[in-house]
């Protein structure tokens, strides 16, 4: 497709407020010097995007104004960055969504993931938002933009942003060779950790959810042990050197800790509601856990990608669902219920 070709308008899931969203055509941004045009094959529905939908709201991310949802697409590039930045017209590329940005307060300049103005494709966390992804034509700097290695499908790469959460939480959690771990919350992000620890040498892997579903894809992603949230008893019996808590409530924060051996490292990956939070703080003490907390990452999408295209780490049963982009609100439906869905990705 030729710039001329490039429509001024185009199809995108836009979030207007709490429990409204649209599928409606909004106008194509003029691309600056530095930004490519890229044709979006598929989005994944993230939590954040169920948030906004909702709640007008992802944590203290207030909607303000409507935005373009999404931050897990990849397509083709049909226009590259006018300044000759980045990949050419017709790769295949995945979207690295963060922008980082600010220095006060200071952080280390070595995890710009916890740079204090980071901003990224889809969130209201800062106004005005940062517009997302969910869009037949996106235009993106062109510094996101991640070739895709040969043989890795786009469909497959959607779930690339993801995973890359996943894979900063476990090297956030140190030596895996070996080693036993516990999954709390097995949703699209916690199957994702449990496929990154069999990849990485974990010796025994035991999933934790609510719902059946989630346990079921965990097994085919690599667990080799599962057990229902509310078997508390057995879950403080694993005894395991890594925890990774990826489901963001009180119960999973203490089942995490009282599942961690002493001297064990617990990773805290899903995210907490704001404020204080119970827990069992008094195990992390005498039993000397390591706790530590994952957000996002940095460039460990540029390992995920080799990961995925040399077929070492297996994602496919983490995608549930397809929906072609007309029927975004069913796809937001569907994702919504986690006793039924895991990945769900919008096919534009």
């Excluded at 494709?121 to 938002?129: D, E, K, N, V, W």
């Excluded at 986690?338 to 096919?347: M, N």
């Amino acid at each position: 497709m030729s710039p001329t070709e490039l429509p001024s308008r185009t199809l995108g899931i836009v979030a207007h407020a709490a429990g409204d969203l649209r599928v409606e055509a909004i106008a194509l941004t003029p691309p600056g010097s530095s930004d490519a045009v890229v044709e979006i094959a598929y989005g994944g529905i993230c939590g954040s995007d169920l948030h906004y939908w909702i709640h007008g709201a992802a944590g203290e991310s207030i909607l303000r104004a409507p935005m373009l949802l999404g931050h897990e697409v990849v397509g083709t590039v049909v226009k590259q960055a006018a300044d000759g930045s980045g990949p050419v017209a017709g790769i295949r590329v995945a979207v690295h969504p963060a922008t980082p940005g600010g220095d006060s307060p200071r952080y280390p300049a070595e995890r710009p993931n916890l740079s204090p103005g980071c901003t990224y494709l889809g969130s209201a966390a800062q106004f005005p938002h940062t517009h997302g992804a969910f869009t037949r034509y996106a235009v993106l700097p062109s510094r996101m933009l991640r070739p895709l290695p040969d043989g890795l499908s786009l469909r497959m790469a959607a779930v690339a942003e993801p995973a890359s959460v996943a894979w900063h939480a476990v090297s956030s959690a140190g030596q895996v060779v070996g080693k036993t771990a516990l999954v709390i919350g097995c949703g699209p992000i916690g199957a994702l950790v449990v496929s990154v620890l069999r990849r990485a040498g974990a010796a025994a892997i035991t999933a934790v959810d609510i719902h059946d579903y989630p346990l079921t894809i965990a097994r085919e992603l690599g667990a080799t042990t599962t057990l229902k949230a509310d078997d508390t008893g057995a879950i403080a019996a694993v005894d395991a050197d890594i925890v990774i808590e990826c489901s963001g409530n009180r119960f999973g924060l203490e089942s995490a800790v009282r599942g961690a051996t002493r001297g064990g490292r617990v990773v805290l990956l899903g995210l907490l509601p704001t404020g204080l939070q119970p827990a069992p703080l008094s195990l992390v003490i005498t039993r000397e856990l390591e706790v530590v907390g994952s957000f996002r990452f940095n460039d460990e999408i540029d390992a995920v990608l080799d990961a995925l295209a040399d077929g070492s780490l297996v994602v496919e049963p983490v995608i549930s669902h397809e929906f072609p982009v007309r029927d975004a609100l069913a796809a937001f439906a569907v994702a919504k219920d986690a006793a039924v869905s895991a990945k769900v990705l919008l096919a534009f």
